[in-house]
């Protein structure tokens, strides 16, 4: 690589400073050992622990940096965001993991952002494990007028109880496609509904 004046090679970096130099993923980069930031570093290899949301609904525009971009620039401590692809066709599948540093923080988002609109679309917000899904707490709710939106149908049941996730299927256009789900913290909110 030619030397830019100045000492700079590519991308504003003292020559000779390699690949590690860059942070080439979607968050913070950490090089080297001992302090940063006035915290001791891990050992190389061991990785903090990160507290993951899984954010569907995302447009087929919005990725990984729009999306970290989004949640920092409201002020959440985001770790890394990652929009899944579709391992043969590399489209993206809609959804994503957000990694936050501390449980306090996923938590604090996921009661604060669910249902906001990032490039156009009404997001949902979740925690992504098979216990924290009971089917006797989810409800389908049909028959829904074609302008209602995620947010509406969130305010609808939000009298009801504690709404762990809503979602209102739509077209690729962003119209209601008439039915969606909402998931109460309880099975016995779900029968109150109903």
């Given amino acids: 690589m030619a030397a830019a004046p100045g000492g700079q090679g590519m991308f504003g970096l003292p020559v000779g400073a390699g690949p590690g130099a860059m942070n080439m993923g979607i968050g913070p980069m950490i090089m080297g050992f001992g302090m940063q930031n006035g915290q001791q570093q891990r050992p190389k290899g061991e990785h903090p622990p990160t507290y993951s949301l899984c954010v569907s609904g995302l447009s087929e525009k919005t990725y990984d940096l729009d999306l970290y971009k989004f949640f920092t620039s409201q002020k959440y401590q985001v770790a890394s965001a990652k929009v899944m692809r579709d391992r043969e066709t590399e489209k993206l599948r809609g959804f994503a993991y957000l990694n936050f540093y501390s449980e306090e923080e996923a938590e604090r988002c996921l009661a604060e952002m669910n249902n906001a609109v990032i490039d156009g679309r009404h997001i949902v917000l979740s925690r992504k494990k098979d216990s924290d899904f009971d089917s006797k707490a989810n409800v389908v709710v049909k028959n829904l007028a074609k302008e209602i939106t995620q947010k509406d149908l969130s305010d609808l049941f939000a009298s009801f109880g504690a709404i ?23 099975a016995a909110n779900a029968q109150k509904a109903i």
């Fill in 164 to 186: 762990k996730s809503c979602k209102l299927e739509v077209f690729e256009t962003g119209e209601s496609r008439g039915f969606g789900y909402v998931q109460f913290d309880t």
